[in-house]
């Protein structure tokens, strides 16, 4: 850090403040619709910061543009809303210079994944360390519901009044090709899990990309209830948990075996099949987690939810700092006038 | 035989070749020898916008342009005096830069069958009479170089590599230069591979020799060394300049730099300058693309670095939203854009200066930012300090012109100390009590940069409008007014901290020239060529664009007639209509090409010839 910045930070890493949830409200008003699945997100993150005893000074929430950019002026840390698409860039910026910050990005499935895409691809290749939490509610909800690159093909709207022709992305996948250390999704009517994530994402040292299903209730209202309800949860997910058997369904009654590179569905009632023949879930295992990811859309297996991959891999911005602390033990503190005049020089008398 | 020596005050000569011949590293050398000899000068590199274009055509020919005097030098030189041609290719792509009765030296090799068609020559024009206008020396420099390497049982690659410096030998013997230097730089580049160190001295102590013993050249030439201000000088060009430039103000501000970009021609080199300057804590970020680069320096910004991004035009374009954004957050950032000839991604490699007001218009809404623009190549430095210095004092974008032919020219710099320059530091705000992110300064009109880290002063930035003081969301009729008029004086105060416009010549007389950026040291040639012909006409050369300095209506006003010479169709000369109402005459060419001084110098006669 430079002389003016290291003066006017507090150096700590570690809060002496006990918070509660409530020390990360902001005075502002939250404007979301009613019902809107983003006033989980925001709980649950309400919720989770406390534990995590990191100086609330420190911390700083960066957003686009949609309904889930709106985030930052809800918390009482440091914010910043961006511009559309350009939440990861600006992040990428202050993580850089400012490593000692905890920068997480709230983004959507439009900010996030279409005029951001490249962006988000990048600084997961990268791995910078910031928390990504990408609020997929499958829908454009700001410009009142267009589809988004993660509607479902046919999928009827404003834009799209015969159905869309578009593919959609996998989040989880996208995050996966693009060299992501820590890929997970989780659910907005399941508080719990979220929580969890949130907190493994947060201490994920590294990008961390959070999928959450976010239900628009004024647009796209029931998207997820076959993952979220009580009726249809069971059959429809499987939550996935380290070095553990993939089983769900009513009472577990269902598993998930790998045939070859592909998971099948197999039951656990019948006889056929114990938990001994499932797949065991590990999430260190990059290879494991494109197969997990890819069910993602395939009708016949159910929903993955929970985390995909948490891996270590070299920060971006600890490799810069490495390098800068290199050339100075090498050269020496630059010296300006040395600087100045460098190179070939000549006296003119 | 005793050669004549005449003495010459100025001379212009131009290296070309092809792209693998060298004519860079030649033209570099040249220039170094005699710049430590005592001469002014000003250079210009003309290389191809292809990488590895095939060997001997004309798109892959790289030119080296050197003017150097015994009196100050401003510009690389309208014409050259002297053209050394390795190929025939390079013959014919530069013939028309050099003066009637110029010299050409060319290498004969070069020439052959093959040589000829690929320059799209029917037939040679060694040997057609095409040339008779000039002053042609012939030399079949690679037969020579082969045969004074000839007992070192070198490789035919190698021997290929240093045909350049004897070349550089026989410009040495014409121009009374040194060796030393050059065989100094030789042993450093090459000191592990003695055979190499000994090949390139040989080959260029050959052309020397060759130029001083035969018959071929009768004249050589004396150009004594120019009246500079005593000092430590080097040789630097635009984008090191520029380079330099930022570290400086980083470290008169007690920030970090970060640069946050993407590379792109003719800008790059300022990225790799500073990817060099690790020592310097200097982080640079080379991004996903332009977008990136801006925003993440907003970021970075937000953090209490100085945050600088450099592209050049279409990048200036794609980096249009964030400038908004920063704007509107009202954050400190330096944007360099070393312009280059447009629209779209027009002449990569070529100079323009088209992008004014795209800097100083191009974005939407209300959207003011300070421009600002440099006029020589170590003007580079100077500038890129002061617009670090304008955007940390008020908190506010600034736009750096600079363009092709600053960025990659080059001339002598006295260099400058650092306590010679002036602390430019920021005070953060630390203390919790009556924060308010949008507080203003009486003077300065600008808010006060609370970073992340510091206890109590939890607060949110962003693109939306912004309540007057607090910085919230806010949407109302009034506020939004008061905040677009409260950005916009902001960006006029800034006129009370820069200086005063000044006038090279008579400060009132029949014409004026008023000039931007990388056309200074042409307009002044030109100016101080009709001065000394008794003409009434003086120079005005803006550095600060917007805001103006507060003088210039003043100024102009002093003169009957004005001309705004520009490589663009008018853009300084609307500001200058639309501000001051007045009967501007422009002056405008396009062609990827700094301005000549005659071409100048004949327009001014013309304007005072009463025809406008």
Not at chain 1, 34 to 56: M, T
Not at chain 2, 160 to 168: P, R
Request: glycine content about 10%; overall charge negative; some cysteine.
């Amino acid at each position: 850090m430079s002389i003016l910045v290291d003066e006017a930070v507090n150096q700590s890493l570690v809060s002496s403040v006990k918070y509660t949830s409530k020390d990360f409200s902001s005075d502002q008003d939250v404007r979301w619709c009613p019902g809107c699945g983003d006033y989980s997100v925001l709980a649950q993150v309400q919720r989770i910061l406390p534990e995590l005893n990191y100086p609330k000074e420190k911390i700083v929430f960066i957003s686009g543009i949609g309904c889930s950019s709106r985030f930052p002026y809800y918390m009482d840390t440091y914010g910043f809303h961006g511009i559309h698409g350009r939440a990861t860039a600006i992040a990428s910026g202050l993580k850089i210079a400012r490593p000692d910050l905890m920068v997480w990005v709230a983004t959507g499935d439009g900010d996030g994944l279409s005029i951001g895409g490249n962006h988000m691809i990048h600084v997961l290749r990268r791995n910078i360390d910031l928390n990504i939490l990408l609020f997929n509610n499958q829908i454009y909800g700001l410009t009142k519901g267009q589809y988004s690159p993660t509607s479902e093909s046919g999928k009827i709207t404003k834009s799209s009044p015969v159905g869309s022709v578009d593919m959609p992305f996998n989040p989880a996948s996208l995050a996966l090709g693009s060299g992501g250390t820590f890929v997970a999704r989780s659910l907005d009517r399941d508080p719990k899990h979220m929580q969890t994530i949130i907190k493994r994402a947060a201490e994920h040292k590294g990008t961390s990309f959070v999928e959450i299903y976010q239900n628009c209730n004024v647009f796209n209202d029931g998207a997820f209830f076959q993952f979220t309800e009580k009726e249809t949860k069971s059959d429809s997910v499987v939550f996935l948990e380290h070095g553990k058997p993939l089983v769900f369904g009513k009472d577990g009654d269902k598993g998930i075996k790998l045939d070859g590179f592909s998971p099948t569905v197999v039951s656990l009632k019948d006889g056929s099949h114990s938990t001994n023949d499932l797949l065991i879930h590990n999430e260190k295992d990059s290879t494991l987690a494109f197969i997990l990811a890819n069910m993602t859309y395939n009708e016949e297996m159910p929903r993955p939810v929970g985390i995909f991959l948490a891996v270590d891999r070299p920060r971006y911005e600890d490799e810069m700092e490495k390098q800068i602390d290199s050339a100075i033990s090498k050269r020496g503190k630059g010296q300006l006038d040395k600087l100045l005049n460098g190179g070939d020089t000549w006296v003119i008398q | 035989m005793e050669k004549e020596t005449r003495v010459l005050d100025e001379v212009t000569i131009r290296f070309a070749g092809d792209s693998g011949d060298g004519m860079q590293l030649t033209g570099g050398q040249f220039t170094n020898t005699s710049a430590a000899m005592g001469n002014d000068l000003s250079t210009l590199p003309d290389y191809p916008a292809e990488i590895r274009a095939p060997i001997g055509t004309t798109y892959g020919v790289s030119g080296f342009q050197i003017h150097f005097g015994a009196t100050e030098i401003n510009t690389p030189g309208d014409h050259c005096d002297i053209l050394v041609a390795m190929n025939a290719a390079s013959l014919k792509v530069n013939l028309r830069s050099l003066q009637e009765n110029g010299i050409i030296i060319v290498n004969t090799d070069g020439f052959g069958d093959k040589n000829l068609k690929l320059a799209g020559y029917s037939q040679s024009p060694l040997a057609d009479g095409s040339l008779t206008k000039y002053q042609l020396f012939q030399v079949d420099i690679t037969k020579l170089t082969n045969l004074a390497l000839a007992d070192m049982n070198l490789p035919q690659k190698t021997i290929d590599k240093t045909k350049n410096f004897f070349a550089l030998g026989m410009m040495y013997w014409m121009f009374n230069r040194t060796l030393d230097n050059t065989n100094q730089w030789i042993i450093d580049k090459f000191g592990k591979k003695p055979e190499m160190v000994e090949a390139n001295s040989r080959v260029m102590k050959a052309g020397w020799n060759y130029a001083e013993t035969t018959d071929v050249f009768a004249v050589k030439y004396d150009v004594k060394p120019a009246p500079l201000t005593p000092g430590k000088y080097r040789n630097i060009n635009g984008n090191q300049a520029a380079a330099l430039g930022l570290v400086a103000a980083a470290h008169q501000a007690n920030l970090d730099l970060f640069l946050g970009t993407y590379p792109i021609t003719p800008a790059s080199d300022i990225l790799h300058e500073l990817a060099t300057f690790k020592n310097f804590r200097v982080k640079t970020f080379q991004c996903e693309d332009e977008i990136a680069g801006i925003t993440s320096a907003i970021g970075a910004s937000f953090g209490g670095a100085l945050a600088a991004t450099t592209t050049s035009g279409p990048g200036l374009a794609l980096k249009t939203e964030a400038m908004g954004l920063a704007v509107m957050v009202e954050l400190p950032l330096v944007i360099i854009n070393v312009q280059r000839g447009g629209p779209s991604t027009g002449l990569p490699t070529k100079t323009e200066q088209a992008d004014l007001l795209q800097a100083i218009y191009g974005r939407n809404g209300e959207s003011p930012i300070p421009v600002i623009a440099a006029s020589t190549p170590s003007d580079c430095f100077t500038m890129a300090f002061e617009a670090s210095r304008i955007a940390l004092k008020y908190m506010t974008p600034v736009i750096l012109l600079t363009d092709g032919y600053l960025g990659n020219g080059s001339e002598p710099w006295l260099l400058p100390q650092e306590k010679d320059l002036p602390s430019i530091a920021p005070k953060f705000r630390t203390n919790p009590e009556n924060y308010l992110p949008y507080l203003r300064d009486d003077v300065t009109l600008s808010r006060e940069w609370a970073i992340p880290g510091t206890i109590g002063l939890e607060h949110r930035i962003g693109g939306l409008e912004k309540q007057d003081k607090t910085g919230n969301i806010n949407y109302e009729p009034e506020n939004h007014d008061l905040m677009v008029k409260l950005r916009a004086a902001k960006v006029e105060r800034i006129a009370n901290d820069i200086p005063l416009a000044k006038v090279d010549g008579p400060e009132s007389g029949d014409l004026l020239v008023v000039g931007w950026g990388g056309t200074y040291g042409t307009i002044k040639t030109a100016v101080e060529r009709k001065l000394k012909e008794g003409k009434s006409v003086a120079h005005l050369h803006l550095k600060y664009i917007n805001p103006l300095p507060k003088n210039v209506g003043e100024i102009l006003s002093k003169y009957k007639y004005v001309l705004v010479p520009e490589i663009n169709l008018g853009q300084l000369i609307k500001i200058l209509r639309e501000k001051f109402l007045i009967p501007a005459i422009g002056l405008n060419k396009v062609q990827g090409l700094p301005f000549r001084s005659i071409e100048i110098e004949e327009k001014i006669d013309s304007v005072l010839g009463g025809k406008l």
